[in-house]
């Protein structure tokens, strides 16, 4: 291909979070752990979570119909419609297929795309099918919209504070303020048991989590170094960035993975790049890299945990609402000309490293305050008691494949503008419903 439409990249973002949380500091309490295990050994404040009402179909509806009204355009506009998820509930059936609902009025059915399935590395692998589409010789000019949204809960235990919950819907297409880097990008594919859904009678997952956290780290190296190997001309290695965010199954372990990164710049500046050595260096010297890139993590990182501590973990949306908490972190004014790196990794497992350029293209000031609408409720979240919390993930499991079903949830506690299960058939038919 001899030209490549312009600044193609994301044009518009809009989060979902729950109107429910609980707070960690009351779950250390409930669940009678020592203080400061939760708040401070995973470095979770808060976390979402959805009642029976929302399902990963809801969340998607209300995700993508917000961002369509937000941003003032029409769903005939969009060609392309990709989900991330790995919250299965029919084991045919997409949840793109249940948004066409949204396109009825509109008249519009030619929309391409289906679900991208891998643990947490979905929602990444439908923005660059979303970014390969509007590349190629199949592009008809039209936007393409990318929804990543999961629950994640947990059988009661040490994994449990690490559940979260919510959405995160991109516009896609050229002439966008936040250009994917083209050329620039490492992935990482292997084959691992640490986190996997075996049980399709549960939403709960199995998981091995010391195994998971070192199939991240390694997946983190093997990225890096293979993002850095595609770089030509300028900076190598952390200065190339102005922020960096991971993937956030929780915050300490994004604090563990910039040290990480600035390990393996220390280490390629000796040029010491052993596997077996640099292992050993980070079994050995963890707390001194940790405490080494305190103020690059500061500085580059720490503005992407917003919602990723007030939150929790949202699985495949989880680096793109890192992506949107240091997009309001930052002046508007400051943005453009910025480098972003992006660390998305999926258990099982399946992970890639890309960068993304602000472009000052006049769309900024516009983007950021559509934003800020969804990020702003996270303030106007009803706040639960351990009990309820625990009450509700009770209701979840035991209502999981029922049928009939009229969900049991208090609908004026949900937000505005969030689509809801009405109810499940006998047939298993889920409806929705739209709260006013």
């Keep these: 291909m001899d030209h490549w439409p312009k600044d193609v990249g994301i044009c518009a973002i809009h989060v979902v979070v729950p109107s429910l949380y609980v707070d960690q500091a009351d779950l250390e309490r409930y669940d009678q752990v020592s203080k400061g295990k939760y708040t401070v050994g995973l470095g979770q404040k808060q976390m979402g979570f959805c009642t029976d009402l929302e399902d990963v179909n809801s969340l998607c509806l209300t995700a993508v119909s917000q961002l369509i009204e937000n941003n003032?355009?029409?769903?005939?506009?969009?060609?392309?419609l990709e989900v991330g998820t790995e919250t299965i509930i029919d084991k045919s059936k997409s949840a793109k297929t249940v948004l066409m609902k949204l396109f009825e009025a509109s008249g519009?059915?030619?929309v391409e795309g289906i679900d991208t399935t891998n643990a947490c590395y979905g929602g990444t692998a439908?923005?660059?099918?979303?970014?390969?589409?509007?590349?190629?010789?199949?592009?008809d000019g039209r936007l393409a919209v990318v929804v990543a949204a999961d629950i994640a809960v947990y059988a009661k235990g040490n994994a449990r504070p690490t559940g979260?919950?919510?959405a995160v819907a991109m516009l896609i297409g050229p002439g966008?303020?936040?250009v994917v880097d083209r050329g620039l990008r490492g992935t990482y594919m292997n084959h691992a048991y640490d986190f996997y859904k075996p049980d399709l009678s549960s939403?709960?997952?199995?998981v091995d989590g010391k195994l998971s956290v070192d199939c991240y780290l390694n997946a983190l190296d093997r990225c890096y170094e293979s993002y850095l190997s595609k770089c030509h001309g300028g900076e190598v290695g952390l200065n190339r960035f102005d922020s960096f965010v991971f993937h956030a199954p929780y915050c300490k372990l994004v604090r563990k993975s910039l040290a990480r990164l600035y390990m393996n710049d220390f280490i390629n500046e000796i040029g010491a790049n052993d596997e077996n050595h640099q292992h050993q260096d980070w079994a050995v010297a963890e707390k001194t890299f940790v405490e080494l890139s305190r103020t690059v993590f500061e500085d580059k990182t720490e503005p992407s945990l917003l919602l990723a501590s007030r939150v929790g973990n949202t699985y495949t949306?989880?680096?793109?609402?890192?992506?949107a908490s240091y997009l309001l972190s930052v002046p508007p004014e400051r943005l453009p000309g910025k480098r972003i790196g992006m660390f998305s990794y999926g258990s099982g497992l399946a992970s890639s490293m890309y960068s993304i350029k602000v472009v000052d293209n006049g769309g900024l000031p516009g983007m950021i305050g559509n934003l800020k609408k969804g990020v702003d409720r996270l303030d106007e979240r009803t706040r639960l008691a351990p009990e309820q919390f625990a009450?509700?993930?009770d209701s979840r499991q035991k209502s999981l494949h029922r049928a009939s079903y009229v969900p049991v949830g208090d609908r004026g506690q949900l937000f505005p503008g969030t689509w809801f299960l009405s109810g499940i058939d006998e047939l298993h038919r889920r409806f929705y419903e739209r709260n006013e």
């Design 176 to 178: 966008a303020s936040l």
């Design 203 to 206: 939403e709960y997952p199995v």
């Design 164 to 166: 979260g919950a919510g």
């Design 391 to 393: 009450d509700v993930l």
């Design 317 to 323: 949306a989880s680096v793109y609402s890192g992506l």
């Design 108 to 110: 519009n059915f030619q």
């Design 126 to 139: 439908a923005l660059f099918n979303a970014l390969s589409w509007i590349e190629s010789s199949s592009w």
């Design 72 to 80: 003032g355009i029409s769903y005939s506009d969009i060609g392309r």
